[in-house]
């Protein structure tokens, strides 16, 4: 008789997909680069906040553009603490995330789009890991079109209200969750001043 239990039947985590530009002075903004596998934040940010906490220190907040994600909680439990979450639209490119440590260190990586193919995404993630890129998140992936096309497929995109606050006070505030849903997509994003 073969037993069978939950050890058994467990699947082992996929490897985190991310890339860092090596310690010493950068030509660019980007400090390397991280390809989630969905746009659910809340599912997403704790591997990635495990494996920078090890190398970098524990990681105390996020930033992110809201088009790239389903929702931005305030909040988010990542092994054993709370990553705080903000979103601006207006100054930070939509596909980056700014990772901040409790040692006053931040990381600002490029997102890859999901959906987008390995060949492409690795092409990506290397350039934006190299000390001499000096392209923004954005002009990188305009110029792989696999990944723009990759970034707009089957998302049902928040359409954030600009008379909510997403950042809030210095306590880290914002919503909880966006207050509406259209399938607008991530153009559907105010052009108004940044969330604070």
Do not use: Y
């Amino acid at each position: 008789m073969t037993v069978i239990d939950d050890a058994t039947l467990a699947t082992p985590e996929p490897a985190l997909r991310f890339s860092l530009a090596p310690d010493g002075p950068r030509a660019g903004r980007l400090d390397g680069s991280w390809w989630p596998r969905s746009h659910d934040l809340p599912r997403e940010l704790p591997a990635l906040a495990a494996e920078l906490d090890t190398r970098w220190g524990r990681v105390a907040r996020i930033t992110v553009n809201p088009a790239q994600w389903l929702t931005v909680p305030r909040r988010i439990p990542v092994a054993g603490h709370t990553v705080h979450a903000g979103w601006f639209t207006a100054v930070q490119d939509r596909h980056t995330i700014s990772v901040h440590s409790h040692l006053a260190r931040r990381l600002t990586l490029l997102v890859v789009p999901p959906r987008t193919g390995a060949v492409a995404a690795a092409r990506l993630m290397a350039e934006a890991a190299d000390p001499a890129n000096t392209r923004t998140a954005s002009d990188l992936l305009a110029d792989e079109p696999s990944a723009r096309a990759s970034d707009r497929r089957g998302i049902v995109w928040p359409v954030r209200d600009p008379s909510v606050s997403a950042w809030g006070s210095a306590r880290w505030g914002g919503p909880s969750s966006p207050p509406e849903c259209s399938d607008t997509g991530p153009g559907a994003t105010t052009d108004h001043a940044d969330h604070r």
